[in-house]
């Protein structure tokens, strides 16, 4: 066959969907929404329909809570490691803040959204998954969860096969359009680090350049983009996936750490959104980091070696250049 292997049709797809995102990024912020809110409403529409139509096969069931038995097979170790390794799909309210300098009225608009946007993101989750474990079908001698978890990332696809006409089809659909729209967040949110870095002179100079016509970031979109395409090229999918919910565990976990310590070194420093029941919430938000950290210990020991040697460079780069300065 003159078909090219899967694993390099994939890495093909993810190459070009990480070029038609740079090319968006490089543009602007003005395209860059534009291209967000087309391809997410996409993603939306379809996941909704499969809500619809899952939630009307479900009720028509004779016995659809049958699904869910045995409820939690692998106990609370099975639930850790599936809210471990989900924890990443969580993570993009963070973005948000990322963007304050192109927001209209940020001290009031970030906080709503940013809450708007778990809001909304949880509900659809929720929805999604209990569509998918209640209203699959999966072969005699097999237990759903079973199926499911044999399919792996095609789960939701195969659910999709059986309750729409080429219901599989227009889930890779939707999953382009997700990966699309998760990357230009991602994409988004590194560059205006790098930009925000660049013109602090955390790092090179460059990465604070603006384009004359564009008005975008663009040496931390090439950057940016360039280092992406080369994690789809060299690590596989499931490896970044557990090596950015690690991290991301470690980056919430000192982010509530800095709240509370800001709160006891200036309490009378005017603040847009006051955290309720400090430092409680903090706290119990670094213990879930932490909890969440030592469940992936066993999970992947690349994803292990990743996040550590990603956390080490910041650490040398911050280093280096605080040195750096000091002998300025």
């Known amino acids: 066959s003159s078909a090219l292997p899967e694993p390099v049709q994939t890495i093909l797809i993810g190459v070009s969907v ?31 329909l499969f809500v619809v139509v899952g939630a009307v096969y479900i009720l028509r069931r004779p016995e659809p809570s049958a699904a869910l038995t045995p409820f939690m097979p692998n106990g609370l170790g099975g639930v850790g490691i599936a809210m471990a390794l989900t924890f990443v799909a969580f993570e ?82 939707a999953g382009i359009a997700s990966t699309t729209s998760a990357m230009i967040a991602t994409i988004y949110s590194a560059t205006r680090v790098g930009f925000a870095m660049g013109r602090a002179g955390d790092l090179p100079s460059c990465f604070g350049r603006v384009h004359n016509t564009f008005a975008s970031p663009h040496v ?17 999918v499931r490896e970044i996936a557990v090596a950015a919910s690690m991290m991301f565990a470690v980056l919430f ?43 992936l210990r066993d999970v992947s020991q690349l994803a292990w070696l990743i996040s550590i040697g990603w956390i080490a460079l910041g650490v040398l780069v911050i280093v280096g250049r605080a040195k750096w300065r000091n002998t300025e």
């Open 220 to 236: 931390a979109v090439l950057m940016c983009t360039g280092l992406m395409a080369f994690m789809v090229i060299a690590l596989p």
């Open 18 to 48: 990480v070029v038609f995102v740079a090319v968006i990024e490089y543009r602007g912020a003005k395209e860059t929404v534009l291209a967000e809110n087309v391809i997410s409403s996409l993603k939306i529409a379809i996941l909704i």
């Open 92 to 173: 993009g309210f963070e973005v948000i803040t990322r963007s304050g300098e192109e927001i209209r009225d940020p001290r009031r608009n970030i906080p709503r959204a940013i809450f708007a946007s778990i809001l909304i993101s949880v509900a659809l989750y929720l929805m999604v998954a209990s569509v998918t474990l209640l209203a699959v079908t999966p072969p005699p001698g097999q237990l759903g969860y079973e199926y499911l978890g044999s399919l792996g990332e095609l789960g939701m696809a195969g659910v999709a096969g059986q309750l729409i006409p080429h219901g599989e089809a227009v889930f890779y659909v």
């Open 253 to 295: 976990a000192m982010v509530c750490y800095a709240a509370i310590r800001l709160r006891m070194k200036f309490p009378a420093m005017r603040r847009s959104f006051r955290v309720p029941f400090s430092p409680f919430l903090q706290s119990l938000g670094i213990a879930s980091c932490g909890l969440i950290l030592l469940t």
